[in-house]
């Protein structure tokens, strides 16, 4: 079992609908988590963090935390053509990240 | 305010030689973590530096070794290259404290190119 899964999509969606970018992890113990955004043969974005079950919202993204779950996800809302690019989630380790291979969001007009 | 850099931006080598990586930290930050991304991967974490030690290690082989200076920036190492360290090489710097800063940004990555 990996560390940490998503679906590798890709997940296309219209413009303007919620995308929505689904997280496992294995390690219940598990504190921080992450959500970088990666196009194409650039580096890693970080666009949110959380550390608290629950919601956290920032602008049109909303990260969900289910620790029981051991659960992550991203929604994206009203998703435009530039938020098409490869979204890691990340949980962190001691002293390091542990990413997932990424989910490949492709909004179309 | 300086973002993590890296260089070289791109870098082909033959196997059997060996590389050097460079990385300056963003402003203000003292620790640097280095990862390398296969096409089509996630980043796989080879080593972090703090306070010019390694103090966690990846599974990477001894190939790959690394370096802190005292202004905080880093070196990463690899000898005897192989075709399959062709990647994209990743520098994170992050700053040494509670957890709600220890939130690790990438630099801009080198590719390497191993043929």
């Known amino acids: 079992q990996k560390e940490v899964e998503q679906n590798s999509g890709p997940l296309s969606v219209p413009e303007g609908a919620i995308a929505s970018l689904n997280c496992t992890y294995s390690?219940?113990?598990?504190?921080?988590f992450f959500w970088y955004r990666q196009y194409s043969g650039k580096s890693p974005e970080l666009i949110m963090f959380?550390?608290?079950?629950g919601d956290k919202e920032d602008g049109r993204f909303t990260a969900q935390l289910n620790k029981a779950s051991q659960y992550v996800s991203l929604l994206i809302r009203d998703s435009q053509p530039s938020d098409s690019a490869t979204y890691l989630c990340?949980?962190?380790?001691?002293?390091?990240?542990?990413f997932g291979a990424g989910t490949r969001l492709a909004v179309h007009p | 305010d300086a973002g993590v850099t890296q260089s070289p931006t791109h870098l082909i080598k033959t196997r059997g030689q060996q590389v050097t990586l460079r990385c300056s930290p963003k402003?203000?930050?003292?620790?640097v973590s280095w990862y390398q991304q296969a096409l089509g991967q996630g980043p796989q974490f080879i080593f972090q530096?703090?306070?010019?030690?390694?103090?966690q290690r990846g599974n990477f082989p001894d190939r790959f070794s690394g370096h802190q200076f005292p202004n905080y920036s880093s070196e990463l190492n690899v000898n005897a290259l192989l075709l399959g360290d062709s990647a994209l090489y990743l520098c994170?710097?992050?700053?040494?404290?509670?957890?709600?800063?220890?939130?690790?940004?990438f630099g801009p990555g080198t590719r390497l190119t191993v043929l």
């Open positions: 402003s203000g930050h003292d620790t």
């Open positions: 990340a949980v962190r380790g001691y002293n390091k990240l542990i």
């Open positions: 390690d219940r113990g598990s504190q921080s």
């Open positions: 530096y703090y306070e010019e030690e390694e103090r």
């Open positions: 994170a710097s992050s700053l040494e404290g509670t957890s709600n800063t220890d939130t690790q940004y």
């Open positions: 959380i550390y608290s079950n």
